[in-house]
Nanobody, 115 residues
Framework: QVQLVESGGGLVQAGGSLRLSCAAS????????MGWYRQAPGKQRELVAR???????NYADSVKGRFTISRDNAKNTVYLQMNSLKPEDTGVYYC?????????WGQGTQVTVSS
C-alpha cells in the first residue's frame, strides 16, 4: 500500500502564488511518474503537471509558464510551484503516483483563487 500526503493548498488572490507538496510513503519500489491533477466543480479531473523518473515533465497548456513541477527523489516528494494564479485555477488538486503496475491518488487539497 502507498500513502500520499498533500499540503499547501489554500485561498489566494489572483496573481498570487502557492506551493503544493506531496510526500509518498509505503511500498514504493520503482516510480514511473508523479504528478498533479485538478478538478473544478462540475468538470472532469485533468492533468496539471507530471514529472517522470528521468526528470522529463509535461504540463497542461493552461499552466505552462506559470507552474513548475519538481521532485525530491530521496524523499519521494513532488512539488508544484504555482505562480500568477488565476481564478480558473480554482479546484481540488490531487497528487498522483504511477508505479508502473499500480496507481495511487492523494486525498486532494483545495486551491481557491479569488478575483
Amino acid at each position: 500500500q502507498v500513502q500520499l500526503v498533500e499540503s499547501g493548498g489554500g485561498l489566494v488572490q489572483a496573481g498570487g502564488s502557492l506551493r503544493l507538496s506531496c510526500a509518498a510513503s509505503g511500498s514504493i519500489f520503482s516510480i514511473n511518474a508523479m504528478g498533479w491533477y485538478r478538478q473544478a466543480p462540475g468538470k472532469q479531473r485533468e492533468l496539471v503537471a507530471r514529472i517522470f523518473s528521468g526528470g522529463s515533465t509535461n504540463y497542461a497548456d493552461s499552466v505552462k509558464g506559470r507552474f513548475t513541477i519538481s521532485r525530491d527523489n530521496a524523499k519521494n516528494t513532488v512539488y508544484l510551484q504555482m505562480n500568477s494564479l488565476k481564478p480558473e485555477d480554482t479546484g481540488v488538486y490531487y497528487c498522483s503516483i504511477d508505479l508502473y503496475t499500480r496507481h495511487y491518488w492523494g486525498q486532494g487539497t483545495q486551491v481557491t483563487v479569488s478575483s
